[in-house]
């Protein structure tokens, strides 16, 4: 039984919630404008952007690399590409020089 297609659909599912978590940090602009707040406080508009990622979204992107990981393991670990790379190597060394 190969692993290759749990690993694959759990890298497609890792990726699909980094979308939607993505698409649900950021609010609508309207939200932006909605109320002025207390006096003194910034507006929405006035405050400094989101320059960084939050917890949330490094917890997102760990997920995804673990599991980018997981396939790439078991592409380079199943029987196809290590024949592919035995024989670049056979190859390479029956070469004359």
């Known amino acids: ?10 890298a497609a599912m890792v990726a699909g919630c980094a979308v939607l978590a993505h698409g649900l940090a950021r609010r609508p ?3 932006r404008h909605a109320t002025p707040g207390r006096p003194g406080q910034l507006r929405r508009e006035d405050r400094p952007g989101d320059a960084g990622m939050s917890t949330a979204e490094y917890a997102v992107g760990t997920v ?3 599991a980018f990981a997981g396939v790439l393991y078991a592409v380079v670990s ?8 035995m024989s670049v190597v056979r190859r390479a060394l029956t070469l004359p020089f």
């Open 1 to 10: 039984m190969s692993l290759l297609p749990t690993v694959v659909s759990l």
């Open 29 to 31: 602009a309207e939200d």
């Open 64 to 66: 995804a690399a673990v």
């Open 78 to 85: 199943s029987s196809a590409t290590h024949d592919l790379i």
